[in-house]
């Protein structure tokens, strides 16, 4: 199933249609998006009767599709072919960052540019289901109730600036448009192996497969939650592949006027345009 937040409410994607998940439960879930994961398992199995849509489908009235989590992990350097590009030799644990929640954004709102060395960062993004706290990685997958695209926006000046701020220079207002919506985990027929990338005003800048990550989904789900509990409608970004503008020669960063579109194979497309932002 596909979960997205339309207007602020919870809503089911049916083809072409959305079901209001407030109206078709009357009360039971949303109508706040984050809603659903308090009992994912409950959510599930009244989903898969909700067969009827209350209104159409309108990508442009989708916002962020996981819009308030309590936490946000990202990981460095999780690809190898990312690793290759920037010289820096495979960690042996994942290297672990926080996007702030207050950065995320809709897959198709405007990013604001701020300075001129901002990056894009195509991210497969998993969405927890239920508390996992001291998983094994053998039960991870089960822990996670679905995937959906991120761009992990990356002002490198500030991300470097005093000896490296990862998460601030990563969490700009608006540096981390994640949707069009969340795909259940068992749509997929293999999760652990899915196309990814992103283009900038048509011309493709990362293409990959995620079956090229070091750590797999639920390999990060095991590590992470072996140092705390990860929570219920939590994010995940997963890493970015080869094809950033930083390492480029010469580097390319992103213009205000263009459009970044970013894709992940059986979930959707994101299309953010880029704009001038406000001065630091």
């Not at 990356?154 to 795909?183: N, T």
């Not at 990338?197 to 070091?214: F, Y």
Request: glycine share 12%; hydrophobic share 40%; aromatic share 8%.
């Amino acid at each position: 199933m596909k979960i997205a937040n339309s207007g602020g409410r919870a809503v089911l994607v049916l083809g072409d249609e959305i079901a209001d998940l407030a109206e078709a439960s009357v009360g039971q879930f949303g109508p706040d998006p984050m809603d659903i994961y308090r009992d994912w398992a409950g959510f599930r199995e009244f989903a898969e009767g909700v067969t009827t849509g209350t209104a159409p489908l309108v990508e442009g009235e989708l916002g962020c599709a996981v819009p308030m989590p309590r936490q946000v992990f990202a990981i460095g350097l999780n690809y190898r072919s990312h690793g290759e590009e920037s010289g820096m030799a495979i960690p042996e644990v994942p290297a672990t960052f926080t996007k702030f929640p207050a950065s995320l954004a809709g897959p198709f709102d405007d990013i604001g540019l701020v300075g001129e060395s901002t990056d894009w960062e195509v991210e497969l993004v998993a969405v927890m289901g239920r508390r996992a706290d001291r998983v094994s990685e053998a039960d991870g997958w089960s822990y996670v109730a679905g995937l959906t695209v991120g761009q992990d926006i990356s002002d490198r000046r500030l991300q470097f600036a005093a000896a490296s701020q990862f998460s601030l220079g990563k969490s700009r207002r608006g540096y981390g448009p994640i949707g069009p919506w969340v795909v259940s985990v068992d749509e997929f027929s293999d999760p652990d192996d899915l196309a990814l990338g992103c283009a900038v005003d048509g011309e493709t800048m990362q293409s990959a497969r995620t079956g090229d990550l070091i750590f797999s989904v639920p390999r990060l789900v095991a590590e992470l939650s072996s140092v705390l509990p990860l929570l219920p409608g939590d994010v995940l970004f997963t890493g970015t592949p080869a094809g950033v503008g930083a390492v480029r020669q010469p580097p390319i960063f992103l213009a205000p006027g263009q459009i970044l579109t970013t894709w992940i194979e059986g979930i959707g497309t994101m299309r953010n345009r880029c704009i001038a932002g406000v001065a630091p």
